[in-house]
């Protein structure tokens, strides 16, 4: 990755914003979603910029940049039209380690800031590491008509009962499988019509019965070509839910961008058209994991007389052409 992803605790930013026009006022509007700590810096400000400042009672410094007012500040943005003046203040902040943003001037940056999706508290970042911003538009509003105005509701939802559900349901892996269950189901489809006190209802009758602990189960993936574009939406549901995945070096790595972040990995030394490790999948699905089989080409599995005496519940999945 070209640049790192991150996310910034909005509550020890002390940003300042150099300059004054129309594109401070975009710049001044992203920060105001998360914090009032800014500081302006212009002698002349247009009608935009001094609203937000009266209305938010931001810092006003009435000149044009000077050096020397960057020591309490922590993220910078200039967003001046002067290229020299831009340069100076790049040279000032990056020298005291600052977080820096010269608009439209990559190479004056050491952070730029991705597209946007609010679904407050849950945000959806979005960049093309600045290679293309017409794709990232295009993106961004393909997920924007898919993705629910009230979804960040289902992230209120979750917080609110965490700590309940946490002293409920024991172990990592039950409560992530506790909580896509819930709000996958009946639950978080109340959330997300408003029918609140019914889904805190329900989820309070829920925790309070006998929560059986995740089955286990194995789904191979026979990935063909290894062309990511070509899963299925059923191969992309197993991968997002895996506790752990088996591939080998005939697999395209590229397939284990898709897998879930932190699940575990076991690369196989012997390609599965030779050996697949059978045992240790089993042997973790008995503990209650989803495993998958990352398997290139599109081979029948061989018998396995081990697989089919656990009881495991087993799926194969093929991606398309």
Known sequence: MKYF?????????SAIVIGGGEVATRKIELLLKSTTNITVMSQSVCASVER???????????????????????LVIAATNSLSVNQAIYQEATALNLLTNVVDQPELCTYITPAIIDRDPMIIALSSSGSSPILIRMLREQIEK??????????????KFREHVQARVKGLR?????????????????????????AEQQL????????????????FIHTKEGNPDNLTL????????ADAVFYDNDVNAELLEYVRR??????????SHILINYQHAIELAKQGQKIIYLLAGHEPLPHNQALLTSNIPTKEITVGN
Not at 5 to 13: C, E, R, T
Not at 146 to 159: C, E, I, M, V
């Open 174 to 198: 039950n409560r992530r499988s506790f909580w896509e269950t819930t709000l996958r189901g009946p639950i978080g489809e109340a959330v997300l019509e408003g029918r609140q006190q019914q």
């Open 204 to 219: 309070i009758a829920t925790i309070k019965q006998e929560i059986a602990p995740p089955s286990g189960d194995i789904v």
């Open 234 to 241: 059923s191969a992309h549901r197993a991968m997002q839910f």
């Open 262 to 271: 932190d699940a575990e990995k076991f690369p196989q030394e012997i390609t």
């Open 5 to 13: 992803p991150i996310f910034l605790d909005a509550k020890k930013i």
């Open 146 to 159: 898919t993705l629910p105005q009230a979804y960040g509701k289902l992230a209120d939802f979750s917080y």
């Open 52 to 74: 937000l400042i009266n209305l938010h009672q931001l810092t006003w410094l009435k000149h044009n940049y000077q050096a020397g007012y960057l020591a309490d500040i922590n």
